[in-house]
T-cell receptor, first 118, second 111 residues
């Protein structure tokens, strides 16, 4: 089982619709969760972070976290063609090392390609 | 403006040659990371460093080396032992608990 799995794409939605992107993770102790947007040929850009159960809204974006179900999602309302990109889910699992816990590195999903067509 | 700078943007490597990718940040972040991205394979961790003069191997460290002599700098050397180095290389930094800030990437091609 992959540590972070995203719903397989590509996902195609019409302009103005809601795009729903999903992500599940295997490490129950994970503490922080992130969504990145990556345009073709560019580097990833952080668009949302969420740390506690529930919803977090930022403009047209809403991140939803359910730690009991080990599930995090990203909703994009009023989708625009400029939202067309690959969306990466990233999770910060707890890593135990000799010196105690370490929150050092993120684990990324494979990404979901979103296309918003006019 | 604070940020993370990768150079060069494009790099060409001949067979048997070592090349070094630069990564510099002025965000005062403690941790820095190198990822490799291949089409359809997502981001794979090469090396990471949480403090100066210390670094750890990631999932695909073979054929790569790093140094962390200054907090601001985390260069990656792709050695001749890396047999398939053609990829998009991404450097990132972060404060503990927060998300990564990525550089703009270096696209390496073997010629």
């Amino acid at each position: 089982q992959k540590e972070v799995e995203q719903n397989s794409g590509p996902l195609s939605v019409p302009e103005g619709a809601i795009a729903s992107l999903n992500c599940t993770y295997s490490d129950r102790g994970s503490q922080s969760f992130f969504w990145y947007r990556q345009y073709s040929g560019k580097s990833p850009e952080l668009i949302m972070s969420i740390y506690s159960n529930g919803d977090k809204e930022d403009g047209r974006f809403t991140a939803q976290l359910n730690k009991a179900s080990q599930y995090v999602s990203l909703l994009i309302r009023d989708s625009q063609p400029s939202d067309s990109a690959t969306y990466l889910c990233a999770v910060n699992p707890i890593v135990f090392n000799a010196g105690g816990t370490s929150y050092g590195k993120l684990t990324f999903g494979q990404g979901t390609i979103l296309t918003v067509h006019p | 403006d604070g940020g993370i700078t990768q150079s060069p943007k494009y790099l060409f490597r001949k067979e048997g040659q070592n090349v070094t990718l630069s990564c510099e940040q002025n965000l005062n972040h403690d941790a820095m990371y190198w990822y490799r991205q291949d089409p359809g394979q997502g981001l794979r961790l090469i090396y990471y460093s949480q403090i100066v003069n210390d670094f750890q191997k990631g999932d695909i460290a073979e054929g790569y080396s790093v140094s962390r002599e200054k907090k601001e700098s985390f260069p990656l050397t792709v050695t001749s032992a890396q047999k398939n180095p053609t990829a998009f290389y991404l450097c990132a930094s972060r404060l503990t608990g927060l998300g990564y800030t990525f550089g703009s990437g270096t696209r390496l091609t073997v010629v």
